[in-house]
């Protein structure tokens, strides 16, 4: 079986073409080319020419290739996402199986095929001051692993770890991390017998050699690309410091996929109490205590908590999902211990471990206060509660009587800090992908099928700019016959924002399954019993930038790879064009000249669309994006992420001039906009009205809000239509799909003689069927890129 194997994880670039041979033992490897090279920073934009170059010296192609080989780490993480990303797309558009292998491994094997024989030790860079230790016993049948898994520890604990073995005189070291860290080995006497510089990065026979040797291409790994994900060794920052403040054990599917699933519920989020949230925890606290001898307590009550002096420090914490509170629990810090003085959870939400969580948050806080134990009151007949207390590790020390009134008596329970903090068995950890056969079996088409596949000049669309992985296939008349989308927003809630780091692990774990997806919906569509092939597309089209580089990355590298391996051209996508190009799908006799607004999270801009391709950028924000502005409002509100939608919603029922807001840069005689001092004036409103005790009341200050930022765009757009005059008017972005926004453009602008085009609901966020429309029309034009292209996170207009 010809095999191509392929390393990015380091700044060397490892590539090589071989034979492998199946023995019992695993494998045998007759090397025919390789290009190994450093190319620091540069891997996106050579690495499929270098796998073009190499096929080219070993005189194959790559519909010869039987299988895809690639280091998966540990490494650089961009790095390895560059090369696993390309070779998930060499293998899915090759349809060939696709192993993984330990990039620590193939730097052994690389010694040993250097002759190194005895006691090795690999210290890869692992970049902060940190490196990725490995040692192994190497004799002449290779290395031989002397840890269980990877890990990455600070490069001096390293350094103590092997100089304090017994045999370190024996110990020969490798790796790149002694680029970055030679002083500290050589300080501990460990450079006597160091490696030539030349040894000290993995090269593409070691990769092939250490995956011979796994029997990884016989028995150990599937072959599917979906289950080939990067070694990480760690969590992102943000999820390590939220896994730890919750108490919660790392879960076995993180080791794989590097991102905490069991944190990530249905839109949950968990954050401290605000002003804005009394007279929301007030009615709850209704509800929940209906029956019960507990008074409940009064939106005045939880405002004076949050108002509470230093003698006595307080921790209030809420939950909440899609912009309703559904739990609350507080406490109060005395000396050395945290008297929890509510908790409180929606009846149809409970047994879903929300009550844990936040007395978890709430007591994380008191252990930084200086707390050691527990205690709280419970009524003696509520045996749901003292259960789940006596599951958290409080026990009962004594009895209140009547303290709810009459007969109503209190159990006294005390807990030692920290709390039993288990993950909810509720919410159980996320098993791998399941197994499926590899490769796919061939399609089988009638005549007929071909020639409609053929005349059809499909085209997928892979977008992943931001936190969301979206594939699209489009036919040649524009019919949309695939429009796939995998959110991440569970993983990024709980953190107000998008987390860039976890959204380029996620990207690189799902991408095959959403173009898998795809693929079938599009056969579907054309009533094709199965699944379209990558050799019956006509092209492939991909999201440039502008973007979260990270994000963008992962989905370049896999077009660029799919595209090679499937023969086909591809095509680059800017997509802030991409949200333009959205208004076609509603509008197909759309024609320029027009004005385009485009308002999303990370833009804010006004275009003369003078022509297809021919635009002129009349003015941008100077500051926030509209999108953003919207999520750090919804922020300091209390409200959650993401906040557009939680906005709209609540300015349904407010009234738009209860509120004088500023409307900025309104009547500054351009086509500029500023967004931070709106911002500003509405955090200093909160911050104003808790001050003086008094309950905001979220509609009215959410639609202000919203009139104070749509009357400047429709101000702006009218003046910008007035002086090009053009009489067509469009709008794009994530906050396109605000209906107030399109409600308030279509009114005033057709009533003026404009024709208003808005995208379609679906279309406004990030998605592939807006990159797919451009592609489409690309292809037809025979504007293809070269496979040197590399991700731009701040493409313009």
Known sequence: MLVVALDTSTDMLACACAEWTATPDGGGVELLSHQDHMCRRHANVELVNTVDAVLQD????????GAVLVGRGPGSFTGVRIGISTAKGLARGAGVPLYGVSTLDASAWTAWRAGVRGLLGV?????????????????EDGPHRLFERERVVKAAVAVEEWSSRPDCGELQITGDGLVRYAKLFEGAGLMERVLGRELWWPSGEGLLLAAASSRAMLHDQSGDPAQVLPVYTRLSDAEENERKRLGLAQSAKSEVTGVADELAGRHLQFRPM????????AELEAACFADASHTPWSPQQFMSELASDAAAPRSWWVAHDNGELVGIAGGMAIDTDVEILDVAVAPDRRRQGIARKLLSHVSYDAQMLGCTTASLEVEANNGTAIALYES?????SGVRRG?????????????????????DATSPEPTAAASRPWPLPEPRRSDAERRLLEESSLVMAIESSCDETAVAIIDAAGRMLANQVSTQIDFHARFGGVVPEIASRKHVEVIVGVVDAALEEAAASLGLADSVAPGELAAVGVT????LVGALVVGVAFAKGFAFAAGKPLIAVNHLEGHLYANLLTTPDLEPPFIFTLVSGGHTMLVHVRAWGDYEVLGETLDDAVGEAFDKVAKALGLGYPGGPIISRLAEDGDSKAIDFPRAMMHSHDYRFSLSGLKTA????IEQEAAAGRTIHLPDLAASFEAAVFDVQFKKAWDALKQTGAKEYCLGGGVAANPHLRELLV????????????????ACTDNAAMIAEVARRKYREGDYAAFDMDADPNMTL
């Open 544 to 547: 440039q930038g502008p973007g």
């Open 392 to 396: 958290l590790g409080f026990s009962r």
């Open 747 to 762: 009114r005033k602008l057709s009533r003026r003689g404009v024709r208003v085009t808005l995208p379609p609901q679906h």
């Open 274 to 281: 605000g002003p804005a949230d009394a007279e929301a925890a």
């Open 403 to 423: 303290y709810y009134g009459t007969g109503a008596d209190a159990c006294i329970m005390t807990a030692t800090l920290p709390l039993v903090l288990p993950v």
């Open 58 to 65: 070993a005189g194959v192609s790559m519909d010869k290739v």
């Open 123 to 139: 210290a890869a860079d692992a970049m902060r001051g940190e490196v990725y230790p490995a040692l192994y016993s190497v004799d």
């Open 682 to 685: 509405v955090v200093t409103y």
